[in-house]
């Protein structure tokens, strides 16, 4: 090899041969991975392309500062970049070889190296992460433009597509910098409401709002018992842009049970869990919710639109002037109610009773004659009608327990549940494959039966249980007699197939399934069924006959639909109906999606109640259909999209006592020292508040200081006090008996005023009527800190009275104070409805 090649670092002349291990060559060596680093090209990704400069920058500041600190010799370390050539490669790597095992560095030197080193591990991954990054980039470009993703993408719910668009577009923005449109929420707020323990689990998994803003979403619809003025409105906007016969609609109504129990609404500043109409609230404990919804005639929708509550079932009288009401407001609307539906409970059938005796009066004065099975109001004819999956269970309770007698083709029948019994009996099966599969003792056997669910009573009065019981007693395995109670059952199907049709059975089912026109075969099948019914007697086994509602309201029930297929004909134009809609399923499914909203709450209070029933309103009556359930999927849609308003007000015609309130006698603080068991409590929560308005109000004033903390130390705290630290905060004895003044005011509305709306204003207008704030002599913080105290204690001592009652309520604690009537009241509905049997 010639002699006269030169080593590649800029400025040095020296050949292979000569000595290598002068220290400016070192230094020459030494710097070039840096420029290499520095001039190697960058992909064009914006992210990884600010790292990198931010890199360099980062790593240039600290070599100079390096260089500067250790005083090292730019001319030495800083020259020319000559490239080698190609020629000169093997020599160079020679020559590294010979430096890596003879170099000795300073240092300096090493912890500049290092640093190097460092540099270029970190530009490696960066370059790794854009050529990562752009492949993915390439990936997604590809499969968005895919026909087949984006097929799959246009045939997507609108609550998929909506759920995936807030993935992207949040993905790379931080926690609280995320913003949801309504619609988002919504649909957060419909999975919320399924579970919250899966909505928690889905929160880590994929971009969801907070629980904070779902709740903040339920507080924004104001809804209340009564009239609420935003759902008519809505329902007014949805009816101007309907045909007439979409407007036709149904008017169901039904009750729920629910568990007394009181609770303080801070936000709409009530008590919840007292008996309330809308127009007037009372101090008794609501076990009972009244439902009112509408249902669609002709198109298939359904929207709740009040409710209240009420102790025990509401009375007949109350109920119909609700209906009046609810009536009323749904024809301002504009929908046109032509039925209504409800079960055979007494106070239905009496609050319908006092409705017709109105109408048959006002048909009177007008020198008409009176129609029967109509009432009147506003001038319009609704008919009543019994729901008639109610009459069908009422038909099975009732045999259950007395023979049927009746008249059919000429022949006194009698049908007997025994008969039934016996079927089941002699229907053991072969290797599993029975007659009747679906027949068993959850139908018959009264201690196994669940009464609420229809379709224990509806698969008992079946086609295939009346003829396999004809069969075998045709064959003799059967009593002969059994014939009668096969005629029975086979008459019971017919008739409740009949109104029972729907569009969403097949074509190819029973012909009574279909709808119902003037000419169709339901027509004959119910100019039977009243005759059979008329003649139909309940038999108990002491040969008594007994009246049963069940068979006059099923006789009702059929003339009534009869009336109304003619009012649609003559008025309106319809000639065919789907009689499904004309029964209780949207009000039943209802009241299971409350039951199940957020847990499975078979007993939901009124706070829980308020908050399923304003829920459901929001997200379109969006809830999963419960196999449980006592009927079956309504397949209806909601009529109103939403329902917010944050401005509705209270109609409540509740009146104050403020003359019984400014006459408010205060226990004397001296009286209350006497007894530890009350004055020791009453020094710890005192602490308590003292310690919450420091920390938000006055802080470090000197002047607070002195007039809310004491220096002598109050017994009852040192003995909470943990290991003597001195934590808890030491209370004034004008705080102490500030606090107890509060404790006065507020336990004496809460029992003489219960019921009242504005309870906070109530409390706080008596407290600056009664007490003397005068001991506070800081001016700065006097009027905050009396509000914010005030506030404080209000909240305090409303939610703690609440739990008290709850727990008498619930057999837990014993009344402490007789003269409290509220806690007297919760003492006796305890006793009347928790009886222990003995």
């Known amino acids: 090899m010639s002699s006269d090649k030169h080593c590649c670092v800029p400025g040095c002349k020296d050949s292979r041969g000569f000595n290598l291990v002068s220290q400016p060559k070192l230094q020459c060596v030494r710097r070039k991975p840096l420029q290499e680093l520095v001039n190697q090209p960058i992909p064009s990704t914006s992210t990884a392309r600010e790292s990198l400069q931010q890199l360099m920058y980062t790593?240039?500041?600290?070599?100079?500062?390096?260089?500067?600190?250790?005083?090292?010799?730019?001319?030495?370390?800083?020259?020319e970049q000559v490239l080698p050539s190609t020629s000169q490669r093997t020599e160079q790597n020679l020559g590294r070889k010979i430096l890596a095992r003879t170099l000795k560095l300073s240092r300096p030197e090493k912890n500049l190296q290092m640093k190097i080193m460092a540099v270029k591990k970190r530009i490696n991954k960066l370059k790794n992460k854009v050529k990562k990054q752009t492949a993915e980039i390439k990936a997604a470009k590809k499969f968005v433009a895919n026909p087949t993703v984006l097929d799959v993408l246009q045939n997507c719910s609108s609550t998929a597509k909506l759920l995936m668009q807030m993935q992207l577009r949040e993905d790379k923005k931080k926690d609280k910098g995320r913003r949801f449109s309504l619609q988002e929420k919504i649909a957060a707020l419909s999975i919320f409401k399924q579970s919250p323990k899966a909505y928690r689990f889905l929160r880590k998994i994929f971009i969801l709002p907070a629980n904070q803003t779902i709740a903040k979403l339920i507080k924004k619809c104001n809804i209340r018992p009564g009239v609420n003025k935003n759902i008519f409105l809505q329902l007014k906007n949805k009816a101007e842009k309907m045909k007439i016969s979409e407007r036709l609609c149904v008017l169901l109504f039904d009750e729920i049970s629910i568990k007394a129990q009181i609770t303080y609404n801070e936000r709409k500043d009530k008590i919840t869990g007292v008996v309330d109409n809308g127009q007037q609230r009372q101090p008794e404990f609501a076990d009972h919710a009244q439902v009112f919804m509408v249902r669609g005639l002709i198109k298939n929708y359904k929207q709740a639109i009040y409710y209240t509550f009420s102790a025990s079932a509401t009375k007949g009288p109350e109920l119909a002037i609700q209906i009046r009401n609810v009536i009323t407001e749904v024809q301002k609307a504009g929908f046109i109610v032509v039925a209504s539906v409800c079960d055979q409970g007494t106070n239905n059938r009496q609050a319908i009773r006092l409705l017709i005796n109105e109408t048959r009066g006002i048909y009177l004065r007008r020198g008409e004659t009176p129609k029967e099975n109509v009432i009147l109001i506003n001038n319009k004819e609704i008919i009543p009608l019994y729901d008639p999956p109610h009459l069908l269970k009422g038909m099975r309770n009732n045999l259950m327990t007395k023979n049927l007698t009746f008249k059919k083709d000429g022949e006194t029948k009698t049908a007997k549940w025994s008969h039934l019994l016996q079927l089941l009996k002699e229907n053991p099966g072969y290797k599993g494959i029975r007659l009747i599969p679906k027949l068993t003792e959850h139908h018959l056997n009264p201690e196994k039966l669940n009464k609420m669910k229809v379709k224990f009573a509806s698969q008992v009065f079946s086609r295939t249980v009346a003829s396999n019981m004809g069969y075998l007693a045709d064959k003799g395995i059967l009593p002969a007699e059994c014939k009668e109670t096969a005629d029975l059952l086979l008459f019971m199907d017919n008739v409740f197939d009949s109104v029972n049709g729907s569009h969403a059975k097949n074509k190819n089912s029973k012909p009574l399934l279909g709808p119902a026109t003037l000419t169709s075969a339901h027509i004959k099948i119910w100019t039977e069924a009243k005759k059979v019914f008329n003649s139909m007697e309940f038999?108990?086994?002491?040969?008594?006959?007994?009246?049963?509602?069940?068979?006059?309201?099923?006789?009702?029930?059929?003339?009534?639909?009869?009336?109304?297929?003619?009012?649609?004909?003559?008025?309106?134009?319809?000639?065919?109906?789907?009689?499904?809609?004309?029964?209780?399923?949207?009000?039943?499914?209802?009241?299971?999606a409350v039951r199940s909203h957020g847990c499975r709450n078979v007993n939901p209070t009124c706070d829980q109640f308020e908050s399923a029933f304003a829920t459901l309103l929001i997200n379109?009556?969006?809830?999963?259909?419960?196999?449980?359930?006592?009927?079956?999927?309504?397949?209806?849609?909601?009529?109103?999209?939403?329902?917010?308003?944050?401005?509705?007000?209270?109609?409540?015609?509740?009146t104050v006592d403020l003359e019984n309130i400014l006459e408010i006698h205060f226990e004397d603080i001296v009286n209350k020292e006497k007894d530890p068991r009350i004055l020791a409590p009453l020094q710890y929560v005192s602490g308590y508040f003292l310690k919450k308005t420091k920390t938000l109000i006055f802080k470090n004033c000197s002047v607070c200081i002195n007039d809310f903390t004491s220096e002598d130390e109050i017994e009852y705290i040192r003995y909470r006090e943990y290991a003597g630290r001195r934590w808890l905060c030491t209370p004034s004895k004008n705080l102490i008996k500030l606090i107890s003044n509060f404790q006065d005011i507020v336990y004496h509305i809460l029992k003489e005023n219960l019921e009242v709306y504005y309870l906070k204003d109530v409390i706080k207008t008596s407290i600056y009527s009664l007490v003397n704030f005068?001991?506070?002599?800081?001016?700065?913080?006097?009027?905050?800190?009396?509000?914010?105290?005030?506030?404080?204690?209000?909240?305090?001592m409303a939610f703690n009275y609440c739990k008290v009652i709850n727990k008498i309520l619930s057999g837990r604690r014993q009344v402490d104070d007789e003269e409290d009537k509220v806690q007297m009241k919760a003492k006796k509905y305890n006793t009347k409805c928790f009886k222990k049997k003995i």
């Open 59 to 79: 790593s240039t500041s600290i070599v100079e500062n390096t260089i500067q600190k250790e005083n090292i010799d730019l001319e030495k370390v800083v020259c």
């Open 539 to 592: 038999v108990t086994p002491a040969s008594r006959v007994e009246t049963v509602p069940t068979l006059k309201n099923w006789v009702w029930t059929l003339e009534g639909i009869q009336v109304l297929l003619n009012t649609l004909r003559i008025k309106y134009g319809v000639t065919s109906v789907w009689l499904r809609h004309l029964n209780q399923d949207p009000l039943e499914n209802f009241f299971g």
């Open 620 to 654: 379109n009556l969006n809830s999963v259909h419960t196999q449980g359930k006592n009927c079956e999927n309504d397949l209806c849609d909601a009529l109103c999209s939403f329902v917010l308003n944050e401005n509705t007000e209270a109609t409540s015609t509740c």
């Open 774 to 796: 005068d001991f506070i002599k800081c001016n700065k913080h006097k009027r905050k800190m009396i509000d914010y105290l005030i506030n404080t204690v209000i909240r305090f």
